[in-house]
């Protein structure tokens, strides 16, 4: 081991300290990657991502819903300036799996979380040791933050809100987190901003039904979220995060609305203002809030240089029968899903395939469509191929994405860019795709406990082709092809990675 006297050495001629070398070649090495770093970030546009909650595929005007039952104008602005996807897809028909698939670019089914969705007091999902989007971008100088939804847990164990939340969003490689812990109407009752509970007063609990701030959830002594104002705090926050960026650094916003989740609280601003009750009213307040994050960027004049994605996690809920919002909207005329078989929750294509809109003008083509086949699992591989150069990537990362960029800039794609996908529902049935064929295991998680929705819970083939809402089972009539995606869906289990 070097003394303190070893490190820098004196020139006995000229008095000047001599630095030895491994030190200079150490700063050059700082050098070079922050240079490298400055470079890369300086070639890339900034980054949106809006993930909606529950947004069904036939939601928008966009996507064929009437102009009689809702009007999603900001949205479609989207589609009208960039590009519309008709075959995007979520890798489980439930919240929390779609949201590690997209920061991760890994199914959800290859942790530990197997069936259902991430507690209110789960820990942390996401290892801290696995590569998210949010620290690839950080890592070649973007700034990024978190706002919305999350759904991912905070801590290590069961956690204590009163507690610092860590590790959380900020550990994964964002900058700033402001969210909603759970879904919209969650037991907390709070917001989370970075490692606290914003305006955390005590370590007590509130007894049930005495709560001073008119919600008798989990009992934490910091000021309730009113639901009808929670898209406006989100979205409020989003845009003053967005104000503050530098001109000469890039950023990567993951925004995570709560609409449509139930409940259905729309603002007076939205309420009443649809054709489809309180749940077209909720959707309305969605559209408001993509609208004002739009008008920001523009108001930055940051719009040409920014990639702006909006999806939503899963499919809608669809409730045809009761007195239930969606039931109103349905009776209304609207189909949140479109012709689609199935529902949020469901393994058929209602609970999987999602609007999805790309925007970066002069790159995406405005008002275009594209059929390709992708996963919300894809948006790692391809905003990691969107850096120029490529981030360079560990091969133990982001086992499941693809690559879709050539879709979203339309470029030349003589093959499917993805041989198949794997999706799955949350009692842990799966099903993959492969060309115009999609194969149904129809077994749940041995796990579970309770297996809802049986009549899923069957072996099904069906040619998306011919028949795209799922009527008619040609199991018996291909058995060949069933047994060829069963053997598929097995290995790409089995392997760890589907890539």
């Not at 601003?269 to 008008?295: A, C, N, P």
């Not at 809608?316 to 012709?339: D, F, K, S």
Request: charged share 20%.
């Amino acid at each position: 081991m070097k003394s303190h006297s070893d490190v820098a050495k004196v020139d006995k001629a000229s008095g000047v300290a001599k630095t030895p070398k491994f030190l200079v070649s150490l700063a050059m090495l700082l050098v070079i990657l922050s240079f490298v770093s400055t470079s890369v970030a300086a070639e890339c546009p900034n980054i949106v991502i809006i993930l909606a909650d529950d947004l069904g595929y036939g939601s928008l005007n966009s996507y064929g819903a009437n102009e009689s039952h809702l009007r999603t104008p900001n949205i479609d602005r989207l589609a009208k300036e960039g590009r519309r996807f008709t075959d995007a897809n979520t890798p489980s028909s439930v919240c929390s799996p779609t949201r590690y698939g997209l920061l991760t670019g890994r199914y959800d089914w290859r942790t530990d979380q197997k069936h259902g969705v991430i507690n209110t007091t789960d820990p942390l999902h996401i290892d801290t040791s696995r590569a998210t989007l949010a620290s690839l971008l950080k890592s070649v100088g973007y700034r990024t933050a978190a706002i919305g939804k999350w759904h991912l847990g905070y801590g290590t164990t069961t956690h204590d809100f009163t507690k610092p939340l860590s590790p959380g969003p900020l550990d994964l490689g964002f900058d700033y987190h402001f969210a909603v812990p759970q879904n919209h109407g969650d037991a907390s009752g709070v917001y989370v901003r970075n490692r606290e509970v914003v305006g955390l007063r005590s370590d007590r609990t509130v007894p049930a039904g005495q709560s001073p701030y008119g919600r008798d959830y989990m009992g934490i002594d910091a000021p309730q979220r009113v639901d009808e104002n929670v898209m406006d705090e989100l979205t409020t926050d989003a845009i003053g995060w967005l104000q503050q960026q530098q001109e000469d650094t890039p950023f990567f916003l993951y925004f995570a609305p709560v609409a449509i989740h139930f409940p259905y609280t729309p603002s007076e601003k939205t309420k009443g203002q649809s054709g489809s009750g309180l749940y077209g009213d909720w959707i309305h307040e969605l559209d408001l809030s993509v609208g004002r994050i739009l008008d920001t960027l523009d108001r930055m004049k940051v719009s040409d240089d920014t990639l702006v994605i909006f999806t939503s996690d899963n499919g809608g809920v669809l409730i045809n029968e009761g007195e239930r919002p969606e039931a109103v909207a349905y009776r209304a005329g609207l189909r949140c899903n479109g012709a689609l078989r199935g529902r949020k929750h469901s393994i058929y294509q209602g609970g999987f395939r999602v609007p999805f809109l790309a925007r970066w003008p002069e790159h995406v083509p405005a008002a275009t469509t594209c059929d390709e086949t992708i996963s919300l699992v894809d948006m790692y591989a391809t905003i990691v191929a969107l850096t120029e150069p490529p981030i360079p990537t560990d091969a133990k990362n982001a086992e499941d994405s693809f690559n879709v960029l050539p879709a979203m800039l339309g470029t030349s794609m003589p093959k499917p860019l993805r041989s198949s996908m794997i999706v799955h529902s949350p009692n842990g049935n799966f099903a993959i795709r492969r060309g115009p064929w999609k194969f149904i295991e129809g077994k749940p998680s041995p796990s579970l406990k309770k297996t809802p929705q049986r009549d899923e819970l069957v072996a099904q083939l069906y040619n998306l082709e011919d028949d795209p809402g799922e009527t008619n089972n040609v199991l018996n009539e291909h058995p060949e092809i069933a047994q060829q995606l069963a053997a598929l869906l097995d290995k790409q289990r089995d392997s760890g990675r589907s890539r």
